[in-house]
């Protein structure tokens, strides 16, 4: 029952501003990419990462990775990833070795996220869950709306806010059933599970952490510095 973790670091981070790739960007000195894959390697039940890298930074990343220290349990593989996160994670999955019967698929974009958290998503798909997403209850109010391209939009519903969650990553799953979401729809979508969902299969929400937020936007950056230096303290 050996469990991988499969990190999606292909994209630009356009939201976050100009700059290098967002997996590549610096968080207290190190790549949030090195952070990403050090907070899956602590996992001891995690025995391969695979790193989807930017396209045309395959290289670099394996150099990045090859240079800063990461548990001797653990091993490494880097391919490069696609066109949206969906195609970056499917890359991911077919260079996934026979023998891991669990998946992870984690966002190289949430460097933070605490081993526990980690340690219960995987607990939960050994405990007989096809898929898992951990998740937090939200602070503001959602509306949905008619979005419009300028002026005041029209609000269409609003959900009831308890029965809302945000969900984070590492998403875990049984690799046959990722497998066979990742092959069956095509829609782009923004998270894993939700493929699962398509499929009418059952997935269930444990609790996230709030430092498992993900970097997306310049305050963000902020935030997860701050959280960085208040462990280091
Ligand atoms: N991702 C990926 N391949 C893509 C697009 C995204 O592997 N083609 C990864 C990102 O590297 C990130 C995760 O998916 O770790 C979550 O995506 P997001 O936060 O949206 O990151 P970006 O797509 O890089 O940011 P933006 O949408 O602002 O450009
Ligand atoms: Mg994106």
């Given at each position: 029952a050996r469990t991988a973790a499969v990190i999606?670091?292909?994209?630009?981070g356009v939201r976050l501003g100009?700059?290098?790739?967002k997996a590549l960007r610096t968080l207290g000195g190190t790549p949030m990419l090195v952070h990403a894959v050090r907070a899956m390697a602590?996992?001891?039940?995690?025995s391969l990462v695979v790193v989807v890298a930017p396209a045309d930074g395959t290289a670099e990343v394996k150099a990045l990775l090859d240079a800063h220290t990461l548990p001797e349990r653990t091993d490494f593989l880097v391919v490069p990833g696609g066109e949206n996160r969906q195609d970056s994670v499917k890359a991911g999955l077919d260079a996934l070795p026979p023998g891991y019967d669990t998946v992870l698929v984690h966002d190289?974009?949430?460097?933070?996220?605490?081993v526990d958290t980690v340690d219960a998503v995987i607990e939960a798909v050994r405990d007989g869950a096809v898929a898992v997403v951990p998740a937090l209850p939200l602070a503001d109010t959602v509306k949905e709306v008619e979005p419009a391209a300028e002026g005041p939009e029209p609000v269409v519903a609003t959900p009831?806010?308890?029965?809302?969650r945000a969900v984070q990553t590492p998403q875990g799953f049984e690799r046959a059933t990722l497998v066979r979401a990742h092959e069956t729809v095509t829609d782009n979508v923004t998270d894993d599970a939700s493929m699962v969902e398509q499929l009418g299969l059952p997935v269930v929400v444990v609790p996230g952490h709030e430092?498992?937020?993900?970097?997306?936007?310049?305050l963000d950056l902020v935030l997860a510095e701050a959280v960085l230096a208040r462990r280091r303290k």
């Open positions: 999606p670091a292909a994209g630009r100009p700059g290098a790739p602590a996992s001891r039940a995690v190289a974009a949430r460097p933070l996220v605490p009831q806010r308890a029965r809302l430092e498992a937020f993900k970097v997306t936007r310049p």
